[in-house]
Structure formats: structure tokens, C-alpha cells
């Protein structure tokens, strides 16, 4: 499969093709992935498995969910 270089949602710079192989759904270029934290928000919601009834929690199953972060564009300095 032939990838090519994209833009970036958040800089308009050009995104590595190593980067687009590794991350073929990614929008944003390396750097801008750095500077906020990644390009997901990850969160672990604990599952109880507990009994209805029951006080007691028991927490061994956990979740994740993976959500897309808003990109907001940089303006260029002039």
C-alpha cells in the first residue's frame, strides 16, 4: 500500500509517512502531538462486578474509552 504525506489539522505542516503507517487514522503531525498531550484521550472506567445488593465494591474489570481530542488550529506568526 502507497501512503502518502497529509496536512496537519492543527499546524497545516506535512505529516511523516513513518507517521501515517504507524497511525494511518492520525490527523495532526508529530510535533502538534507533543505540544497537546497526544491526539486521544484515554479514560479507564472501573466496572463493578459486584453483587446488587451488596456494599462492598469490587473493581477487577475496567473499560477504556478512547475519544478524539478537539484540534484547534494554530494561527502562523506573522
Known amino acids: 500500500m502507497i501512503l502518502f504525506p497529509r ?29 497537546i498531550g497526544g491526539e486521544y484521550k484515554m479514560e479507564i472506567i472501573p466496572g463493578s462486578v459486584g453483587k446488587a445488593s451488596s456494599m462492598k465494591k469490587n473493581y477487577s474489570v475496567f473499560s477504556m474509552k478512547k475519544t478524539r481530542k478537539t484540534i484547534r488550529p494554530i494561527k502562523p506568526q506573522e
Open 7 to 35: 496536512r496537519c489539522e492543527r499546524c497545516e505542516g506535512e505529516i511523516p509517512v513513518d507517521r501515517i503507517e504507524v497511525l494511518p487514522d492520525t490527523t495532526i503531525c508529530t510535533k502538534c502531538s507533543q505540544d
